[in-house]
């Protein structure tokens, strides 16, 4: 892990796999994720001749907690511009929910970037899917007794997933407290903000100037990205491409990670 320091102040931690000259590939994941949600993304892309990077986001995993409490969509899209420019090559990005969010909040309107993949999230979302995610996160403030109990939380809201019998990948979601207890890898704020996610408008107005490639990835039982949202999307960027993971849901890449790897390397491929 390295942290590196934007020039708005923020130090993102990241891990870095491939050689400094080969073409940058930045992933973000997901609102109370951090940087370890890509499973062997990481390693995948860097073993095909790219330089992948997995960044934790502001207020999450090992980067630095906003002084301000700031968690407004637009302030992780600073962080990512803020990011991008410190590159030679100008980064694919890859984003999952809030990082897609973010990413694709970033990208509109600007050259950051030379190409984008949506992890199951669109401006149009389900909010019927968006409401249990919030549900989750906010579901145990208090923390977890054990990595056992934390474990049996996740279980519960993944059911399409087999239970992990090895713990020891948790912990880097969790922090052990003074007071013995386990708690998720994040600020509370970012929950309490309450405008993390800036009105659809702002998002339909980034969408609507997409012009590099552009890659939207939904899982199958995704309840987040559903049919309408896909349709919206791709009426507003008409020269994206669209693929179905089956099996998996909002959290694609820890569903189907397999999958969801080649999918991602078939479109960096087709457009290197």
């Known amino acids: ?18 050689h400094t000259n080969h073409q940058p590939v930045l992933f973000f994941h997901g609102g109370g994720q951090t940087r370890h949600a890509w499973g062997e993304a990481l390693d995948v892309l860097a ?4 330089l992948a ?5 502001r207020g999450h995993g090992n980067s630095d907690w906003a002084s301000d409490g700031n968690y407004n969509l637009s302030a992780f899209a600073d962080d990512i511009i803020n990011l991008c420019g410190m590159f030679d090559q100008k980064p694919i990005l890859v984003g999952a929910s809030l990082g897609g969010l973010a990413s694709l909040l970033a990208i509109g309107g600007t050259d950051i970037a030379s190409a984008l993949v949506l992890v ?11 409401d249990h995610i919030k549900d989750f996160m906010s579901a145990s403030p208090d923390g977890f007794a054990s990595l ?6 996740i279980a519960a809201y993944t059911p399409q997933r087999k239970r992990r019998k090895d713990l020891s990948g948790l912990s880097k979601n969790l922090r052990l407290r003074e007071n013995g207890r386990y708690y998720w890898h994040w600020d509370p704020r970012f929950l309490n ?7 659809e408008n702002t998002l339909n107005i980034a ?13 199958e039982k995704s309840d987040v990205v559903d049919d309408d949202g896909v349709e919206d999307f791709l009426r507003r960027v008409p020269h994206a491409e669209y693929v179905q993971v089956i099996g998996a849901a909002h959290m694609i890449a820890g569903d189907s990670n397999q999958q969801f790897n080649k999918v991602v390397l078939d479109f960096l491929h087709k457009h290197q």
């Open 207 to 219: 969408t609507d100037k997409l012009s590099l490639p552009v890659l939207l990835v939904r899982g």
């Open 148 to 153: 056992e109990d934390a474990a049996d939380a």
């Open 53 to 57: 990077a997995t960044v934790d986001l």
């Open 1 to 18: 892990m390295i942290k590196l320091l934007m020039s708005n102040g923020m130090r993102l931690a990241m891990d870095f796999a491939g």
């Open 120 to 130: 199951d999230i669109v401006p149009k979302v389900n909010h019927v899917g968006t």
């Open 47 to 50: 073993s095909n001749g790219y």
């Open 193 to 199: 903000a309450g405008n993390q996610i800036d009105p």
